[in-house]
């Protein structure tokens, strides 16, 4: 049998004995929930490919990421995950990972094979990294490695469930007025989140804006590459499957060249125009805007930038009812789906009970 179709079904094996036991009898929990509780999205990837090949074939080496790797026991991972995995990953778990359509394409997979001595940063990233390297050498044979499967899934089923339960609330309908949703986004980013919050609320809005239309509001992670293969800026918009508008947003001190970067960004994927989004945090170094705007206004290129609170009150003053129900199940959805970080999506939800009197 091909591999990948042996591993396919290796993989609802694991699936299905993870849905019906109660306890994994797996001998590297420790290690599988140090991967997992943390934020490294690749290296997520890379153990789930691990423990699915060693799974399938007790004769592959689990540290290898390429088939021309030296090592015995070479592979190829990253067919693996991408043909295998990504596709379970989008539908039978809900994207519970991040939904990236090509983890392997990320820096830390395009090494022919796991070593200590790969580029990653330093600190828990690197920490990951070790990790790795020590543990999956200890998963020797494939009915461990099926067990360490089982129990990858369990976790991931369980975040499963508890994303359900985050998406499911109530709020009282008189809190869906502009003066609220207004209130509520300016307290919300009083935090930031590494541009987290920001982020969400621009999409949110965003959502509301074009509700009931065939327009799509792709938001992409915050400092993480390889989420999308059309991936243009912070957050691109979609109508009818064309790029309708990009936004860059930075809650940070930012630079000229910075703008330029992301304004040549759209251009060279064929937009027509650009909104800068500046957080509360966000300051140019420099007075450079207007002749910026006027030198891409040459270019036949629109190019705007713009405080985040008067993006919020020019875009809800156009919004015809608020749907506020709407907008927090979206930006939830879309901080589940797009992988934002876990406290992220705690503060949101605090931010909501005591703003909006979210109820569960």
Same mark, same amino acid.
């Given at each position: 049998?091909?591999?990948?179709?042996?591993?396919?079904?290796?993989?609802?094996?694991?699936?299905?004995?993870?849905?019906?036991?109660?306890?994994?009898?797996?001998?590297?929990?420790?290690?599988?929930?140090?991967?997992?509780?943390?934020?490294?999205?690749?290296?997520?990837?890379?153990?789930?490919?691990?423990?699915?090949?060693?799974?399938?074939?007790?004769?592959?080496?689990?540290?290898?990421?390429?088939?021309?790797?030296?090592?015995?026991?070479?592979?190829?991972?990253?067919?693996?995950?991408?043909?295998?995995?990504?596709?379970?990953?989008?539908?039978?778990?809900?994207?519970?990972?991040?939904?990236?359509?090509?983890?392997?394409?990320?820096?830390?997979?395009?090494?022919? +094979?796991?070593?200590?001595?790969?580029?990653?940063?330093?600190?828990?990233?690197?920490?990951?990294?070790?990790?790795?390297?020590?543990?999956?050498?200890?998963?020797?044979?494939?009915?461990?490695?099926?067990?360490?499967?089982?129990?990858?899934?369990?976790?991931?089923?369980? $975040?499963?469930?508890?994303?359900?339960? +985050?998406?499911?609330?109530?709020?009282?309908?008189?809190?869906?007025?502009?003066?609220?949703?207004?209130?509520?986004?300016?307290?919300?980013?009083? $935090?930031?989140?590494?541009?987290?919050?920001?982020?969400?609320?621009?999409?949110?809005?965003?959502?509301?804006?074009?509700?009931?239309?065939?327009?799509?509001?792709?938001?992409?992670?915050?400092?993480?590459?390889?989420?999308?293969?059309?991936?243009?800026?912070?957050?691109?918009?979609?109508?009818?499957?064309?790029?309708?508008?990009?936004? +860059?947003?930075?809650?940070?001190?930012?630079?000229?060249?910075?703008?330029?970067?992301?304004?040549?960004?759209?251009?060279?994927?064929?937009?027509?125009?650009?909104?800068?989004?500046?957080? @509360?945090?966000?300051?140019?170094?420099?007075?450079?805007?207007?002749?910026?705007?006027?030198?891409?206004?040459?270019?036949?290129?629109?190019?705007?930038?713009? @405080?985040?609170?008067?993006?919020?009150? &020019?875009?809800?003053?156009? &919004?015809?009812?608020?749907?506020?129900? +709407?907008?927090?199940?979206?930006?939830?959805?879309?901080?589940?789906?797009?992988?934002?970080?876990?406290?992220?999506?705690?503060?949101?939800?605090?931010?909501?009970?005591?703003?909006?009197?979210?109820?569960?």
């Amino acid at each position: 049998m091909d591999f990948k179709k042996q591993a396919n079904t290796i993989l609802y094996s694991a699936y299905k004995k993870a849905c019906n036991s109660e306890e994994s009898y797996c001998q590297h929990k420790s290690f599988i929930d140090f991967v997992l509780d943390n934020n490294h999205l690749t290296y997520k990837y890379v153990l789930f490919t691990a423990l699915l090949a060693k799974s399938t074939d007790s004769n592959i080496n689990p540290l290898c990421l390429q088939k021309k790797s030296t090592l015995t026991g070479a592979y190829d991972a990253r067919s693996l995950c991408h043909k295998v995995i990504v596709p379970f990953e989008m539908t039978t778990l809900r994207k519970v990972l991040g939904g990236s359509n090509e983890p392997f394409l990320n820096k830390p997979a395009r090494f022919t +094979e796991l070593n200590k001595s790969n580029a990653v940063r330093r600190g828990k990233d690197q920490e990951i990294l070790f990790s790795l390297c020590d543990n999956l050498p200890l998963i020797k044979s494939s009915s461990v490695a099926f067990e360490c499967l089982v129990y990858f899934l369990q976790k991931l089923l369980y $975040q499963i469930d508890i994303n359900v339960k +985050e998406q499911t609330f109530y709020i009282p309908p008189e809190n869906a007025i502009p003066s609220k949703i207004i209130n509520f986004i300016e307290k919300v980013l009083e $935090q930031s989140f590494e541009g987290e919050t920001l982020t969400l609320m621009v999409a949110g809005i965003y959502h509301l804006r074009y509700l009931n239309s065939n327009t799509i509001v792709e938001v992409h992670p915050v400092n993480q590459a390889g989420k999308s293969g059309r991936e243009i800026s912070d957050l691109d918009i979609y109508k009818d499957n064309k790029l309708l508008c990009a936004n +860059e947003l930075k809650d940070k001190l930012y630079t000229e060249t910075d703008v330029r970067f992301a304004a040549d960004k759209v251009i060279n994927a064929g937009g027509t125009k650009m909104l800068f989004i500046e957080g @509360p945090r966000g300051v140019a170094k420099g007075d450079f805007a207007k002749l910026l705007i006027s030198e891409y206004d040459a270019k036949h290129f629109m190019l705007d930038i713009v @405080p985040y609170d008067m993006f919020f009150r &020019i875009v809800i003053s156009s &919004i015809d009812s608020i749907d506020i129900y +709407e907008f927090i199940k979206f930006i939830m959805y879309t901080a589940h789906n797009t992988k934002f970080k876990t406290q992220t999506i705690k503060y949101i939800d605090e931010m909501a009970r005591l703003y909006l009197n979210l109820s569960r």
